[in-house]
């Protein structure tokens, strides 16, 4: 049986934030962000408002939209030097061309709004790309490399 996520615990630092992870972040993804240091700490399951598309082993969030579907994920409480790793794994750029802008906006996680973090792939990278019908990535692709 799957260990069960850590609880709610004070804040790491002052300068905490918290994000949400919607596909390979997610626990057992292939990126998981239980396994980067520093260590983050889980908050609890939250939605947004958005398309995910299959990108091609990952997926990409659109927010809003006229297809809009609840996307599902995990949010948890970083530090500023894991939110620079978290950065590196989405590739951010300054320009246009990144594959991924960082926004923040509030997520709902157990019916309160909380300030998070989102990664949301950059429109030009999903023009032909596999809409999943529903927010839930793990779900759609359960087995990641």
Request: proline share 11%.
């Amino acid at each position: 049986m799957p260990e069960s996520p850590a609880p709610p615990e004070a804040a790491h630092s002052p300068d905490a934030r918290h994000v949400f992870v919607y596909g390979t972040l997610r626990r057992g993804g292939s990126n998981d962000i239980n396994r980067l240091v520093p260590a983050p700490r889980y908050v609890g399951m939250g939605e947004v408002q958005g398309c995910l598309y299959r990108i091609d082993w990952y997926p990409g969030l659109t927010l809003g939209g006229q297809d809009a579907v609840t996307v599902v994920g995990e949010v948890y409480e970083i530090d500023p030097p894991l939110e620079a790793v978290l950065d590196e794994i989405e590739c951010i750029d300054d320009g246009p061309d990144s594959e991924y802008f960082k926004r923040e906006l509030p997520v709902e996680v157990d019916g309160r709004p909380i300030l998070c973090l989102v990664y949301e792939v950059n429109p030009e990278r999903v023009r032909g790309k596999q809409l999943i019908g529903h927010g839930d990535w793990i779900l759609f692709h359960p087995a990641q490399p």
